[in-house]
C-alpha cells in the first residue's frame, strides 16, 4: 500500500510560492510564502515527519507583501529569500531581499499552537538593484509591468551566489556576511522584443556551477556568470511561453523544460534543434518541473489542470549513482531488464482543486515531495513503494 | 402305284398315247448308250499306242547320263590342284598389306605433335583437336612400348599446348558467345574436368554479361536523370530532344553508349535489353545446357552440380537485370502512359519466361513480379507524392470561408477521382492480351497485394500519416486544419468504403482474408480527423489565448480609471470566434446544447446566475474583505462544478469545437489575471469584460454552464488579487455592456 498523501491548507491564503528547505537535510521541510494582499502574509515552514506522518509548521509574518517566490540558502538553513509584491504600500511593487528565520527547532509545537506564533522574518538585506540599473535603461515599455518578472534564484551549494531576474535583466549577487549585505557583482540586459521578460531561471548544477539558465519568452537562455556572456540557448523551445526549467542533476547537459503547450520537454543542451523527448500528459499549462536529486528518471511536473504527474523516464536517464554518460546506451537495456518499469506516467496525481503552481521534491528524502495548489492546499505525496523499491534493489544489485 | 393311279384315272385313250410316249423315249435313250460307247473305245486304242512309244526313247537316254558323270568328276579334280598351288602365295600378300597400313598410322602418329602446333598457329583448334581424339585411345593401348610412349607424351605435350591456347582464347574478352561456346566444347573433348570448366565458362560469360547490364544501366540511369532535367527544360527541348533521341538511340543499338544520352523510349529500351542482355544469356544458357548438361543420367551427381552453378549464375545475373530494369522503369515517371509501359512490361516478361522455359527449375515469374510490385508502389507513391502538394495549392489560392464546403466536396472528389483512376490505369496490367495477366498466380498477387494493398490501401494509409503529420507542423493555415479534419471525417464515413468496393469490384476480389480490413482503415482516417480537429482547437484556442494573456500582461491594472466600456481586445476575441464559428458552421454539423434547454438565452441567465445563489454574483456584490467569505465563494463553486478539462479532445459537431477553443481561452484568461494584481477599477473592468463575454459567447458553447464556471473565476480570481475588491452595480455592468 502506498502512504496516503498528506493534505494541509494554509488557512484560507492563496499560495503559490513552494521551496524545499535545502540546507535541511534531516528533516523533510517545506517553504511556503503566502499570498494576500489584504493580510499580513506569512512563510511557513512546514515539517513533515516520516514516522508518524504528521504536519507541523512554524509560521513566519512577512509583512513586507505577498510572496511570489521563495527559495531557501543552500548552506545555511535560517536563510531564505523571497520575491515579495509590496502591499504595504498599497500599490504593486516589487522587491525582493534575503531574510533570516528565527528557527526554534521542533519546539513551535503541533499544528494548533502555531496559530499564535507571531515571529516575524527578520530581513537581513534588500535585493533591489533595479533602482539603479533603471536610471541607465529607459523605464519598462508599459509603467508598473516589469514588476511581475521578478525571480530570485540561489546558486547551488553556495550562500554566496544568487541571481535576480529582473524584466530582462539578470543580476548576479555576491552575499556577503552571513546575508548581511549583498552587492550586485555582474548583470546582463537580455535584448529582444521589449515586452517578453525572463521568467525564471535556474543554476546549472554541473561545472561548478558557474552558468545560469532561464526562461524568455518561448526560448530558454543561459548565460556564464564569470563572464556574464550567453552561452547557449534553446530558441522556440515551446510554441508559447516556457514557465518553468530543470536541470538533470546528475547528467550534464540534460534540460527539461515545460510550458504553455501543455508539454514538458527534454532537451540536450549541446543539440538544441530537437528535444529528445516530449510528454504531453497535461492537458493545460504545465507550471513546474522538476527532477528527482537522485534518480533523475524521475520527474515531477505540475500543472493548472490541477494535476501533478509522476514520470518514469530512465531512457533519458542517468544510472543511479552518477555513471558516465557515455555508458547509458549500454547500459539503458539492462536497466529496464532490471527495473522493469516503464517508461512515461508513474501515477497521476488529483488531490488538488486548483491550479498547482509549484512541486518540489524535498530536500532531505528523495521520495517525498510538495506541491501547492492556489487554494492554499499543501499536499505532500511519496513515490509509489514499487517504484521506489525497484530503485532501491536496482541500486543494489548494479 | 404310278401304274395304278393312271389306270384308274386316265381314259383308254390317254393311257394308249401314254404308251406310245414312253415307247419313243426308250428308244432314244437306247441310241444314246451305243454312241458313247464308241467314243471310249476310240481313246482307249490312242493312249495304248503312245505308251509303247515311250518305252522304247528311255533306253537311249540312259547311257548319255552315265557319260556325263564321268566328265564332271574329271573337272573337279582338276581345280583342287590348282587351288592348292596357289594358296602360299597369296597369305604373303596379305601380311605385306597389314604391314603397310600400320606403318602408315605410325607415321601419323609420329608427325602428331607438330601437326597439333600447326593447328594452334593457325587457330584451327578444332582439326587439331579431332585429330588428336582419334588417335588419342591408339596411343593410350600402347604407351607400355617405349617408342609409343614417347609419342605419347609428346602429344601431351602439344595437347597441354593446345589447352593452354584454347584457355588463353577463352579468356579473351573480344570473343563472342559462339565462339566461346566452341571453345569451352573443344575443351571439353580434351577431357578437361567439367567442373572446372564450368566455372571457366561461367565467369566469362558472367564478365561479358556484366559489360552488358552496365551498359544498360548506364542507359537506364541517364533515361533517369533525363527525367529529372527534363522536369525543368524538357518542354523546351521537346523538339529537338525527340530528333536527337532518334539518331542517338540508333547509335546505341551497337551498344557503345554515347556520353550524354536522350532519354528513349521505354519500348526501345526493353528491346535493347533484349537483343543484348537477354538474347546472350538465352545463348550462354542453351550452350551450357549442350555442353555439361547433354547426359543427365550418366553425370548424375556432377550434372545437377553443374546445374546448380548455371542456376545460381543466371539467378544473380536475372536479378541484376531485373534491377536495372527496375531503375529504367521507376525513371519513367510519366504514369500517364500506362499503355506503352504495359506493353514493354509485357515483352520484358514474356523474353524472361523463355529463359525461365530453358531453365525449368528456375523461376523468374517471381522476379518479375516483384518488379511490378516495386514497381506499382512506385506508381503509388508519384500520385500521392502529386496529390499532397496539389491540396496545399488549392487551399493557398483559395481560403475564402465561404467556399469552404465546395471546396471540400471538391477535395475529397479529387483524391476519390484519382484513386479510381489510378487503379483503371492499373487494370491496364491484367489486360488478357498480356502474357503476364494470364497467369492466375500473377493476377492474384497483383490484385491483391499490389493493387489492394500496394496501391489502394497504401495510399489511404498514406493519406492518414500525412494527415497526422499537419498536427506537428507549425505555421499552418487553422482553416486548412479544419478542411482536412473534415475530409477525414467524411473519408471515414463513406468514401473509403466506396473506393474499396470499387476497387475490389474491377479487380474482381472475392477472397477477402488476408486483405487490410475496411475498419482498419476507417479508423485511421476518424482518429486522424480527430486529431487535426484537436490540433485545430488548439491552434485556434492558442491565437485567442495569446490575445487575451497580452491584453492582461500589458495593462496597467493598478492605475486604470474607471471603466466605461468593453475593452477591445474582447471585442476583437469575439469577432475572431464569431469567424471561427462560420469556418466551423460551414463544414460541420451543429451539435447539441448539453442539459440546458437551447433556447437559454441571456435572459435564462439570470435565473442561473440566481439560482447558484449566494455562490454566485450576490456574494461578489455584497463583497467584503472578508477571507473567509471569498474562500467559501470559491469553494462552492468547486462544489457544483465537476473538473473542466481544458485541452479536452472535441467531437466533430461545430459546438463542440467552439467550446473547446472558448474553454481555451477562458482559461488563458482566468491564469492570466491570477498574476496581476487590480486595483478597484480594474477589477470592475474585468468584471464587465466577463459580463461581456458571457452575454454573447453562450450561443458558441454547449455547455452554458462551463463558460459561467470560467468567467466566474475569472472574476472571483481578479476580486482576489484586488486590494480594495468591489464589484461593480450589476446594473450598471450590463448598461456598459449593451453601449458598446
Known amino acids: ?398 | 402305284m404310278y401304274v395304278q393311279k393312271t389306270i384308274k384315272e386316265s381314259s383308254l385313250k390317254q393311257l394308249l398315247e401314254h404308251e406310245s410316249e414312253l415307247v419313243s423315249e426308250i428308244q432314244s435313250l437306247d441310241s444314246d448308250c451305243q454312241t458313247l460307247v464308241y467314243d471310249h473305245y476310240d481313246k482307249f486304242i490312242a493312249a495304248a499306242d503312245i505308251v509303247r512309244k515311250m518305252k522304247e526313247g528311255s533306253v537311249s537316254m540312259e547311257a548319255q547320263i552315265t557319260r556325263l558323270q564321268e566328265n564332271m568328276g574329271r573337272i573337279t579334280a582338276s581345280s583342287t590342284s590348282i587351288t592348292s598351288a596357289l594358296q602360299e602365295r597369296r597369305g604373303h600378300l596379305s601380311r605385306l598389306l597389314g604391314v603397310h597400313g600400320t606403318l602408315k598410322k605410325l607415321e601419323f602418329l609420329f608427325h602428331l605433335p607438330q601437326k597439333i602446333d600447326e593447328c594452334i598457329a593457325d587457330r584451327n583448334f578444332s582439326e587439331g583437336v579431332r585429330s588428336y581424339v582419334e588417335t588419342a585411345e591408339v596411343l593410350h593401348r600402347y604407351r607400355h612400348m617405349p617408342s609409343f610412349d614417347a609419342i605419347h607424351c609428346d602429344c601431351e605435350a602439344a595437347v597441354g599446348r593446345l589447352n593452354a591456347a584454347l584457355k588463353e582464347q577463352l579468356a579473351l574478352k573480344e570473343g563472342s558467345a559462339r565462339h566461346l561456346t566452341e571453345c569451352v566444347d573443344l575443351l571439353l573433348q580434351l577431357g578437361e574436368p567439367a567442373a572446372g570448366l564450368c566455372d571457366d565458362f561461367l565467369s566469362h560469360a558472367r564478365t561479358k554479361l556484366e559489360d552488358d547490364l552496365a551498359t544498360l544501366t548506364r542507359l537506364a540511369e541517364a533515361a533517369a536523370e533525363a527525367e529529372q532535367d527534363g522536369g525543368t527544360s524538357h518542354e523546351a527541348e521537346a523538339g529537338e530532344g525527340a530528333e536527337e533521341a532518334k539518331e542517338i538511340s540508333q547509335d546505341e543499338l551497337s551498344v557503345s553508349v554515347p556520353r550524354k544520352t536522350v532519354p528513349m523510349d521505354i519500348l526501345e529500351f526493353v528491346d535493347i535489353c533484349h537483343e543484348t542482355f537477354v538474347g546472350n544469356l538465352w545463348l550462354v544458357i542453351s550452350s551450357y545446357k549442350e555442353m555439361f548438361l547433354r547426359s543427365p543420367d550418366e553425370g548424375g551427381r556432377s550434372s545437377t552440380l553443374a546445374l546448380e552453378k548455371l542456376r545460381t549464375f543466371v539467378a544473380g545475373l536475372v536479378d541484376q537485370y531485373v534491377a536495372v530494369v527496375g531503375v529504367r522503369v521507376a525513371a519513367e515517371s510519366d504514369t500517364a502512359h500506362y499503355a506503352p509501359l504495359t506493353t514493354a512490361l509485357d515483352k520484358f516478361h514474356r523474353r524472361l519466361h523463355a529463359i525461365t522455359q530453358l531453365l525449368p527449375n528456375t523461376s523468374f515469374g517471381d522476379t518479375a513480379l516483384a518488379l511490378k510490385v516495386g514497381l506499382a508502389t512506385n506508381l503509388g507513391d508519384v500520385r500521392h507524392a502529386l496529390a499532397a502538394p496539389r491540396h496545399l495549392t488549392q487551399d493557398g489560392t483559395e481560403s475564402t470561408h465561404r467556399q469552404l464546403n465546395e471546396h471540400l466536396t471538391r477535395l475529397v472528389a479529387a483524391t476519390a477521382a484519382s484513386i479510381k483512376e489510378r487503379v483503371t490505369a492499373l487494370q491496364a496490367f491484367t489486360q488478357p492480351k498480356h502474357t503476364f495477366a494470364v497467369k492466375a498466380e500473377f493476377r492474384h498477387r497483383f490484385c491483391r497485394e499490389l493493387v489492394r494493398e500496394g496501391v489502394v490501401v497504401a495510399f489511404f494509409l498514406h493519406l492518414t500519416d500525412m494527415m497526422m503529420e499537419f498536427c506537428y507542423k507549425k505555421d499552418k493555415d487553422p482553416v486548412l486544419l479544419l478542411l482536412l479534419s473534415r475530409m477525414c471525417l467524411d473519408l471515414h464515413t463513406s468514401t473509403v468504403h466506396y473506393l474499396l468496393s470499387h476497387c475490389d469490384e474491377q479487380l474482381q476480389l472475392e477472397d477477402k482474408s488476408g486483405l487490410t480490413q475496411l475498419h482498419t482503415i476507417t479508423d485511421g482516417m476518424k482518429e486522424a480527423g480527430q486529431r487535426l480537429l484537436n490540433h485545430y482547437v488548439h491552434t485556434q484556442g492558442a491565437a485567442i489565448s495569446q490575445m487575451l494573456r497580452r491584453s492582461v500582461e500589458l495593462k496597467d491594472w493598478l492605475g486604470c480609471g474607471e471603466p466605461r466600456s468593453v475593452r477591445r481586445v474582447m471585442r476583437t476575441v469575439l469577432e475572431e470566434i464569431s469567424t471561427i464559428d462560420t469556418q466551423v458552421g460551414a463544414l460541420y454539423e451543429e451539435g447539441s446544447h448539453r442539459d440546458r434547454s437551447s433556447d437559454s438565452s441571456r435572459r435564462t441567465y439570470h435565473s442561473v446566475s440566481a439560482s447558484r445563489g449566494a455562490g454566485g454574483r450576490s456574494a461578489w456584490s455584497s463583497y467584503t474583505p472578508s477571507q473567509l467569505d471569498n474562500s467559501l465563494v470559491a469553494n462552492l463553486n468547486k462544489l457544483w462544478s465537476e473538473r473542466i478539462e481544458i485541452f479536452a479532445p472535441v467531437e466533430f459537431t461545430r459546438l463542440s469545437i467552439l467550446t473547446g477553443i472558448v474553454k481555451i481561452s477562458l482559461k488563458t484568461l482566468l491564469e492570466s489575471v491570477r498574476l496581476r494584481t487590480f486595483s478597484r477599477f480594474g477589477l470592475q473592468q474585468v468584471q464587465v469584460d466577463a459580463h461581456y463575454l458571457r452575454t454573447y459567447l453562450w450561443s458558441y458553447v454547449a455547455d452554458e454552464h462551463v463558460l459561467n464556471v470560467l468567467l466566474d473565476e475569472v472574476v472571483t480570481s481578479a476580486s482576489v488579487r484586488c486590494c480594495e475588491p468591489e464589484l461593480m452595480e450589476q446594473r450598471v455592468v450590463e448598461f456598459i455592456c449593451d453601449q458598446s
Not at chain 1, 511557513?44 to 508518524?52: A, C, V
Not at chain 1, 528565520?101 to 507571531?118: I, N, Q
Not at chain 1, 525564471?200 to 519568452?217: I, K
Not at chain 1, 503552481?357 to 513515490?383: C, H, Q
Open chain 1, 1 to 398: 500500500m502506498d502512504d496516503a498523501p498528506i493534505i494541509y491548507g494554509l488557512e484560507d491564503f492563496q499560495a503559490r510560492a513552494l521551496a524545499a528547505h535545502s540546507a535541511e537535510t534531516e528533516k523533510i521541510n517545506f517553504l511556503v510564502g503566502t499570498q494576500s494582499l489584504r493580510r499580513t502574509n506569512q512563510v511557513q515552514l512546514i515539517e513533515f515527519d516520516d514516522d508518524t506522518s504528521l504536519v507541523t509548521k512554524q509560521t513566519f509574518e512577512h509583512p513586507a507583501g505577498e510572496v511570489w517566490r521563495i527559495v531557501a540558502a543552500p548552506q545555511s538553513p535560517d536563510m531564505i529569500a523571497t520575491v515579495y509584491n509590496n502591499t504595504q504600500d498599497y500599490c504593486g511593487e516589487f522587491g525582493a531581499a534575503i531574510w533570516r528565520l528565527s528557527l526554534e527547532g521542533s519546539s513551535s509545537g503541533s499544528l494548533d499552537d502555531s496559530r499564535s506564533g507571531g515571529e516575524q522574518v527578520e530581513k537581513l538585506c534588500s535585493l533591489n538593484g533595479a533602482s539603479d540599473v533603471d536610471a541607465q535603461i529607459p523605464g519598462s515599455p508599459v509603467p508598473g509591468l516589469g514588476s511581475q518578472a521578478w525571480s530570485v534564484v540561489w546558486a547551488p551549494e553556495n550562500d554566496s551566489h544568487l541571481v535576480t531576474l529582473v524584466d530582462n535583466h539578470i543580476f548576479y549577487w555576491d552575499v556577503e556576511a552571513a546575508g548581511r549585505s549583498a552587492k550586485i557583482i555582474g548583470n546582463v540586459t537580455v535584448e529582444g522584443r521589449g515586452t517578453v521578460s525572463l521568467g525564471s531561471g535556474r543554476w546549472y548544477p554541473h561545472q561548478h556551477g558557474s552558468q545560469v539558465a532561464a526562461t524568455h519568452g518561448s526560448s530558454v537562455r543561459a548565460w556564464d556568470m564569470r563572464t556574464m556572456k550567453p552561452t547557449w540557448c534553446v530558441e522556440g523551445a515551446h510554441t508559447q511561453l516556457v514557465r518553468d526549467l530543470d536541470f538533470n542533476p546528475n547528467m550534464q547537459y540534460y534540460l527539461a523544460t515545460c510550458g504553455d503547450d501543455c508539454k514538458t520537454k527534454f532537451w540536450d543542451i549541446r543539440n538544441t534543434d530537437q528535444p529528445l523527448k516530449e510528454l504531453s500528459d497535461h492537458s493545460h499549462w504545465v507550471w513546474s518541473v522538476r527532477y528527482n536529486a537522485s534518480y533523475d528518471q524521475l520527474v515531477l511536473t505540475c500543472s493548472s489542470d490541477q494535476r501533478i504527474i509522476l514520470s518514469n523516464l530512465p531512457s533519458i536517464a542517468s544510472q543511479p549513482f552518477g555513471t558516465m554518460v557515455d555508458q547509458e546506451d549500454t547500459t539503458k537495456e539492462d536497466k529496464e531488464k532490471v527495473e522493469g518499469t516503464e517508461e512515461g506516467v508513474i501515477q497521476i496525481y488529483d488531490d488538488h482543486e486548483d491550479s498547482v503552481y509549484a512541486v518540489e521534491w524535498s530536500a532531505a528524502d528523495f521520495w517525498t515531495f510538495a506541491s501547492l495548489s492556489y487554494d492554499g492546499r499543501l499536499v505532500i505525496n511519496k513515490v509509489p513503494r514499487s517504484v521506489k523499491y525497484k530503485q532501491f534493489m536496482y541500486a543494489i544489485t548494479s
